[in-house]
């Protein structure tokens, strides 16, 4: 019975609230768990690592899960998500070793269309580059839409061994979404 009240209460979704971020050209609006923070500068810089700041990055207090919303580098002309679709599928199965997809699909999300991919992900370190051949597991859940001929990636990942904790919020949080 214990076993069950102690499962109960690791599984259920957090309390979210609304966050809203204005960048220069858009207005974002969603929700986040409660104890989530803003990454400071070094975080963003050690787990985004890319040449553009993001519009939005939080991590869980224990810096093991984190959301972000970003411009991606490419411009995408038109709105044809069908084609973002595929441009990001094979994006996704060249960045991990292997990738074990969940769901994916094109989904309106607050009067926009959003090509959505959940999957978990295993990077292994064949070559020991880093100086171990461990393999990382993360659970992923990642939109991306376009708005004005930009690409706009909403990215929720974790430890995969949090999937099952983190799971529905992560839909909660990604189905939150608005751009204005």
């Known amino acids: 019975m214990l076993i069950l009240i102690f499962l109960s209460l690791f599984l259920q979704s957090e309390k979210l609230v609304k966050q809203k971020i204005q960048d220069?050209?858009?207005t974002f609006t969603f929700s986040i768990p409660e104890d989530f923070i803003?990454?400071?500068e070094a975080d963003r810089q050690q787990k985004l690592q890319s040449y553009r700041k993001s519009v939005a990055a939080?991590?869980?207090y224990d810096r093991q899960t984190d959301f972000g919303v970003?411009?991606?580098?490419?411009?995408?002309?038109?709105?044809d998500i069908e084609l973002l679709s595929q441009f990001y599928k094979s994006s996704?199965?060249?960045?991990?070793?292997k990738v074990e997809m969940i769901n994916e699909e094109i989904k309106e999300i607050?009067?926009?269309k959003f090509a959505v991919f959940e999957f978990n992900s295993y990077v292994s370190d064949e070559e020991k580059t880093f100086g171990s051949a461990e393999v990382i597991a993360k659970y992923v859940y990642v939109q991306y839409t376009v708005v004005d001929d930009n690409t706009i990636v909403c990215n929720f990942q974790c430890p995969l061994y949090f999937k099952d904790k983190w799971q529905e919020t992560a839909s909660e949080m990604m189905n939150s979404i608005s751009i204005k």
């Open 92 to 97: 996704i199965y060249n960045l991990y070793t």
């Open 58 to 60: 939080y991590s869980s």
């Open 24 to 26: 220069a050209e858009n």
């Open 110 to 112: 607050n009067g926009r």
């Open 70 to 79: 970003n411009r991606a580098f490419s411009r995408f002309p038109g709105n």
């Open 38 to 40: 803003a990454m400071s």
